[in-house]
Structure formats: C-alpha cells, structure tokens
C-alpha cells in the first residue's frame, strides 16, 4: 500500500481547492468550483455530483474537455471532501445545493420565481456518480412532485420543487434501482449498529482503505497517488469514525425511500412527462460487483425509454 500523505502535501489537490470556494450556507460550510460564466448561458450549463466518499476532485481527469463544450459547477457533498464534516441525509444535500446556487446569485430566490441574476431561470444539465445518482434521483423525484402540485401555493408544495431545471441527465454506476444494489462486505458492516464503527477506524490503515476501494474498481486501478488522494479526503477535516458510520446510510436511506426514486427515474425517463423528451443516459462499468453489469441489464428492463 502506498504511505499516508497529509492532505496539504498532496499538490493536485491543493490545486484542486485553490481554484475553488468556501461558503456557509445554512450553518455549514461547502466547497465549490465552477467556470467563471456559468449561469450566464454562454454556454450549456453542466452541474456535476460525486459519489461516495470521495469528493468532485473525482472528476478532475475531463474537467477540461468538458469546460470546452459546457459551463460547469461542482462542488463536494456536505461530510465529504473540502466541505464540513457534518452528516446530512440526501434530501437535505439537494436542500443545501439549492441554497448554495441561490446564495452565488445562479438561481431564482424560490422555486415560484422564473429568473436568476440572469434574468433567466437556471437551465442545466447533469452529470452524476453513484451516491450523486441517487442525489440526482431526489431532484427527480421534487420535480415529479412540482408538476404533480402544478400551480400550488403551500410553502409545504415550494420546499419540495427544485429552484432549477434539469434539461439532461447522465449516471455513472450508482444503486438507481436500490433493490439491486449489493454492498460489498465492508460497506454492510459499516451500515452495521454492531460493527460499524470499528470497522471505520480499521479502516484508517491505508492497506485496508485500499482494499475496500480496489474492490470496486475493475482493471483499472487506482494510482498509488490517486489512492492518497481518496485517502485524504476521507480522513481529513474531522468527524472520524461516527461520520463514516452516518455518511454511508445514505444506502439505508435510498432502501427506505426506494418507490419514490425509482418512480421519479421511471418518471423522468418516460415520453409523456413532458412536450420534449429529455434526455438519460447511464454509463455502467460491468466489472462493478456493487452497480455493475446487473444493474445495466435491470434498467434496460425496468426503466422505459431510457
């Protein structure tokens, strides 16, 4: 395994975070990136989600072609990353976006109101990765709900609509249809009330964080320095073993609410919800064991029209 570097030693993430931003929003603190005209539709605009427990670091290998076509806004879940170490459910990381494109002055004030500083409402497509999956099914799933409330009034009707529209949507492997997700054995004994704890602070050897992710990959490993990076992000900014054990029930969360994603994917995906079919696309790597091929074939079958 390779050795354990401090975080502030590891030069591509200082990089990383240099080119980024720190804002409190609703009492905790998020990093964020995003190309200087987003929002401004110059171009297309492109927000990306990262999965679990990583960071938007994830996605650093094509920010730059993707910045070519789009303009583009990422930043790390609440718990994860730069940002705090604070546990929040799914829903409550859909709230904290909203709010934080609401504060950068890209969204409208509420969900009711149609334009930005732009004067225009945010028009965006998505780009998402496992845990982001399933964040991205919960704005589905509020924008299911906005067109189902068609014109209501209720501040109880606005909490839930999105404050965006979503005009694409592309998934990398992530438990969408959360029936068929199969953790692998640390990851339930991490979601264990017995276990979860020590297996977290087992998990801070660098030789077993490194076979808990290899698991996932297929051939196509991580580097040595992309394995510190993970690392880094996992264990540094506080909140230890306990936020382990909570960051991870985002798969408990996504069992109990799983008619509700899995009908605001199908919901989506189907030709009659809107004038313009929008376009979905998952990209699945088959060698996953936890969302791989299995999970591809599923859609296929389960998910019309996508």
Not at 26 to 48: C, M, Q, T, W, Y
Not at 208 to 220: E, M, R, T
């Amino acid at each position: 395994a390779p050795p354990i570097v401090p975080i502030e030693n590891l030069p591509r993430l200082q990089e990383w975070k240099a080119k980024g931003k720190l804002s409190q929003v609703e009492g905790v603190e998020l990093f964020f990136r995003h190309s200087p005209n987003f929002a401004s539709n110059d171009k297309p605009n492109l927000i990306l989600c990262h999965g679990y427990p990583t960071a938007s670091h994830d996605y650093y290998k094509i920010v730059t072609a993707l910045e070519e076509r789009f303009d583009i806004f990422l930043w790390d879940l609440c718990g994860f990353g730069f940002s705090q170490k604070t546990y929040r459910t799914i829903a409550e990381q859909v709230q904290l976006l909203e709010a934080l494109l609401q504060q950068q002055g890209f969204t409208a004030t509420a969900a009711t109101t149609t334009s930005n500083s732009s004067g225009r409402r945010l028009q965006t497509h998505i780009l998402a990765h496992d845990l982001g999956d399933t964040i991205v099914q919960e704005m589905m799933a509020r924008e299911q709900q906005q067109q189902q409330n068609d014109g209501a009034e209720s501040s109880s009707s606005q909490q839930q609509q999105l404050n965006f529209d979503i005009q694409s949507v592309v998934m990398l492997n992530g438990g969408i249809l959360p029936g068929l997700h199969r953790p692998t054995l640390i990851q339930k004994a991490l979601l264990s009330p017995l276990l979860g704890e020590w297996v977290a602070w087992l998990g801070q050897s660098m030789t077993l964080f490194q076979a808990s992710i290899h698991k996932v990959f297929g051939d196509n490993k991580p580097t040595d320095e992309e394995m510190q990076e993970f690392y880094a992000f996992v264990h540094n900014g506080g909140g230890g073993t306990q936020l382990a054990t909570q960051n991870i029930q985002y798969m408990t969360e996504r069992e109990r609410h799983h008619d509700r994603y899995v009908n605001a994917l199908q919901d989506y995906c189907a030709a009659t919800t809107t004038t313009t079919k929008r376009p979905f696309l998952l990209i699945d790597g088959p060698a996953d064991p936890v969302s791989g091929r299995h999970l591809a074939r599923a859609v296929q079958e389960q998910v019309p029209n996508a």
